[in-house]
């Protein structure tokens, strides 16, 4: 499978859907002969309900995954909305690979810091089983990652068990308030992150979460005396189009869709001081 033309959608069938929370479920798609085209973790893709619309993803599974691509998708629209309905054998239209990706080769030799809020494990999930894949090449993995709620925390099967039991891992889980089901860490990942107190030395810190989220736990790492080119984020939930047309995702001279959505804290703090 060779790269894609963005710009022209293909055809793909839905394999099965799985409920992860009250408004997330997770697509798996493919094409006649698995997934539709190459891409790098961190990279997106736009998928069309005729007649609904279409709408841009993060894809959630890692490159190494060449049966099909997932998707873990919030509720949040139209779009979204009628994929939450879809069944098994449906088809769908799909265009991409957007964006530019995480940088797997600038991580290399590096520990690994992955702190995700909500359905903003859904990026980071597809870098992280990138890593799992090529264990040999990164240093240890700690994982910290929070939701609302335990019934709002998605994949829990890779967070309580896949996860943890990998090599050199930790995984590190918490959820905004006391529950009655719930006998693990409580409090919000930003603050979860400074208790912890991760050292930055030879250490990347790479997050995605809801923007407030993302605003404290950048604010963390700061303290922790974490180098802002050692911090990386990105910015999907700005884009629309995909290919720095309709200008939803400006930011001073930077388009997200094509210069991101991934942005190392360096680049961000280049930037206007809307995010």
Request: hydrophobic share 35%; net charge negative.
């Amino acid at each position: 499978m060779g790269k894609a033309n963005p710009l022209m959608p293909q055809t793909v069938t839905v394999l099965d859907i799985t409920t992860e929370t009250p408004d997330v479920k997770t697509l798996r798609v493919a094409g006649k002969e698995g997934i539709p085209f190459d891409f790098m973790p961190g990279q997106c893709a736009m998928l069309s309900v005729p007649p609904v619309g279409e709408a841009i993803f993060s894809i959630t599974s890692s490159p190494h995954c060449r049966d099909c691509l997932e998707f873990s998708i919030k509720r949040v629209g139209d779009v979204s909305g009628v994929l939450h309905e879809l069944v098994s054998g449906r088809q769908l239209g799909i265009r991409g690979p957007y964006g530019n990706g995480f940088p797997v080769d600038e991580m290399k030799g590096k520990d690994l810091l992955f702190i995700g809020g909500g359905i903003g494990l859904a990026p980071l999930r597809s870098l992280i089983g990138y890593c799992f894949a090529n264990r040999e090449e990164y240093g240890h993995i700690d994982i910290v990652y929070g939701a609302r709620s335990p019934a709002d925390l998605v994949r829990k099967s890779e967070i309580g068990e896949t996860w943890p039991e990998q090599p050199d891992s930790t995984v590190y889980l918490t959820v905004d308030a006391e529950f009655p089901d719930w006998s693990g860490h409580v409090g919000f990942v930003p603050s979860y992150v400074s208790e912890l107190a991760f050292t930055p030395e030879n250490r990347i810190a790479v997050t995605c979460g809801p923007p407030i989220m993302i605003k404290f736990v950048l604010q963390a790492l700061e303290k922790l005396n974490f180098a802002p080119e050692h911090v990386i984020t990105t910015l999907e939930m700005r884009m629309k189009c995909g290919v720095g047309k309709c200008g939803r995702c400006n930011l001073g001279s930077v388009y997200v869709c094509k210069d991101g959505p991934v942005f190392s804290l360096a680049q961000l703090n280049e930037l206007p001081s809307e995010y």
